[in-house]
């Protein structure tokens, strides 16, 4: 009887906990700029730094990868998403939808990569919550995770060189 009761228990488990639908979020901002014009391309260091992003994400199999239309979040992205053969989303921060956002990318992984002022916020809409300051503009490290398992929410912020 004990036997029967386990074997039920375990199904029922699995029930409840194996429909949970997980969909993670990777938020980054572009790497450093040659300068400090209105549309610079990358500098030498901002592209080692997309390099190392490429080595960083090189574990995780992205379904889906967003950038801002700007030159240096496209360069910063382009060798993620070449090396995992994903074409790249482009995104207005001003108007995206977060609802909408979410529900199209539900159970999926997803790199985002913005700018110092539209990282956090795009993460503080994710999360409903006013969390994450701007980034400092000598700040290029900071990778933001959200996850989402149906309707919890958890987030980090790890600080890369």
Do not use: C
């Amino acid at each position: 009887m004990k036997r029967y009761f386990l074997i039920i228990a375990f199904f029922v488990l699995q029930t409840i906990f194996g429909q949970n639908t997980t969909t993670t979020y990777y938020f980054i901002r572009h790497g450093e700029k040659v300068d400090n014009t209105k549309k610079p391309d990358l500098s030498e260091t901002g592209f080692e730094r997309a390099k190392t992003w490429e080595e960083l994400f090189s574990k995780i199999k992205f379904d889906a990868i967003y950038s801002t239309d700007y030159k240096r979040t496209l360069q910063t992205v382009v060798p993620t998403a070449k090396s995992q053969k994903r074409s790249i989303t482009k995104y207005d921060p001003k108007t995206i939808n977060i609802e909408s956002f979410k529900k199209e990318n539900v159970g999926n992984k997803v790199l985002i990569v913005g700018h110092s002022n539209t990282i956090p916020n795009f993460v503080n809409a994710m999360v409903n919550q006013s969390i994450y300051p701007e980034i400092d503009d000598l700040t290029f490290g900071n990778l933001y995770i959200v996850t989402l398992i149906d309707d919890i929410v958890s987030h980090q912020l790890l600080k890369l060189r």
